[in-house]
Structures are given as C-alpha cells and as structure tokens.
C-alpha cells in the first residue's frame, strides 16, 4: 500500500516557468511533510518542509501549499531554472518521528534553458 | 567535506556473497539511520540508531541483514548471501538528536548483485 502519492512521475518546463509537483497521503496520523530534490548520483537533499498548522510555506523560489481536509500537499518552484533539474520526492511522516520518512516514488524535473 | 561519508560508492557482488557498508555520519550528529532506495522508487526505511542502540527496525530489514553503530560513531551495514533483489541504492543519513532536526543524507553506496 502506497501511503504517499506523487504526480506526475516526469515534467518537462521553461525556464522561468513554474513547475507544480502534487503529493496525496492517506494516513491521517501524518504530521511532517517535507520535499527533497535529488540529483543523479547523490543522496536526497532536503528543500523545505511544513506542518499541517499552516497551509503555506516559502523558502526562496520554493513554495508549499498543504491542505489538510483534502490530504494533499504540493510544491511549487518559481523562476525555474536549469540547475533545478532534478528528482523530486515529498515525504511524510508521523508524531514528529520525522526520521521515518514515508516517500512517494519521486518526479523528474526537465528545466529546458 | 563535514557531511555524511558512505563507503564504497559502488559495489557489485555475486548471489551469496556477504557485503558490508560504512557510514560516517556529521560529527555532532547522535542519531543514524539506513534508507534503501531502488530505481524509480523513493528512500524506503531500514533501521535508526540512538548513539549506538539500534532503536527501530522496518520490517523490511530481513535477518539476513544487519547494523552495527558499536562506538555511536560510524555505522555498518551488512547484507549476509546477497541475492538479486537486494540491488539497490543503500544510503545512510544523520541528524541531531531532537525530533525536529532534519535527515542528511549520504551520496549511498550502489550494490549490484549479479
């Protein structure tokens, strides 16, 4: 059973467009969503992540909007740029235990110049 | 470099051979854990360190497999009579010892059994 849901599984944009990365959970007991961004070769990097008091969190061209009745979350990345191109995972996780992260199956991102 | 050092970076292995991995985590980091990550997949978890006790262990972790963290330092993994689906991404990760503090990951060591 997959927890964590992620579309689509490949994007292809522009540079300077806005990509949009969707994640969909089923557990409820979730509390701690973080994005990764993994490029070839490396271990996943963290970007940013929120908690389900907010439904909106920004760190520099990165944005995180979360919807708590709908269960879903999606990252947002502004003024894209080739360097972005990368793997793109949500996760989850529960109670705090944001070590035992549950991951989707990851978005690869084309950022064509 | 202060982050986290996985070694090797590749290692391909007949089926039945054992294997084993390093991990050093950050150097203030208590706290380590072991992801396995196959191709098109995310990280799934494997097992988590508490300094040197092994505090959880997925169910994924078969007995054939096993993780050591003996000085609360660097940290083993081993895979005992490797088969084929045992292919994958292994990638070790740190953080600081509250609940909040995020995972650093490592660049993981590639195991292909043949």
């Known amino acids: 059973q997959q927890q964590v849901k992620q579309s689509p599984q490949s994007l292809i944009v522009q540079k300077g467009g806005i990509p949009i990365i969707n994640c969909a959970y089923e557990n409820t007991a979730f509390d701690y969503f973080p994005w990764y961004q993994q490029f070839p070769g490396k271990g996943p990097a963290l970007l940013i992540a929120i908690r389900p008091d907010v439904s909106e969190k920004k760190e520099g061209r990165f944005t995180i909007s979360f919807n708590k009745s709908a269960k879903q979350f999606s990252l947002h990345i502004m003024d894209s740029q080739p360097g972005d191109s990368a793997t793109y995972f949500c996760a989850a996780s529960i109670g705090g235990s944001n070590y035992k992260l549950t991951f989707g199956k990851g978005t690869l991102l084309t950022v064509n110049p | 470099d202060t982050g986290v050092s996985q070694n090797p970076r590749h290692k391909i292995t007949k089926r039945g051979q054992n294997v084993t991995f390093r991990c050093d985590p950050i150097?203030?980091?208590?706290?380590l854990y072991w992801y396995r990550q196959t191709l098109g997949q995310g990280p799934e978890f494997l097992t988590y360190?508490?300094?040197?006790?092994?505090?959880?262990k997925s169910r994924l972790l078969s007995d054939r497999f096993s993780a050591e963290r003996p000085k609360g330092s660097f940290s083993t993994l081993e895979i005992q009579r490797t088969e084929q689906g045992d292919s994958a991404m292994y990638l070790c990760?740190?953080?600081?010892?509250?609940?909040?503090?995020?995972?650093?990951f490592g660049n993981g060591t590639r195991l292909t059994v043949t």
């Open positions: 360190f508490q300094n040197e006790a092994q505090l959880e």
């Open positions: 150097s203030e980091h208590n706290r």
């Open positions: 990760a740190s953080s600081l010892g509250d609940s909040n503090s995020p995972l650093h």
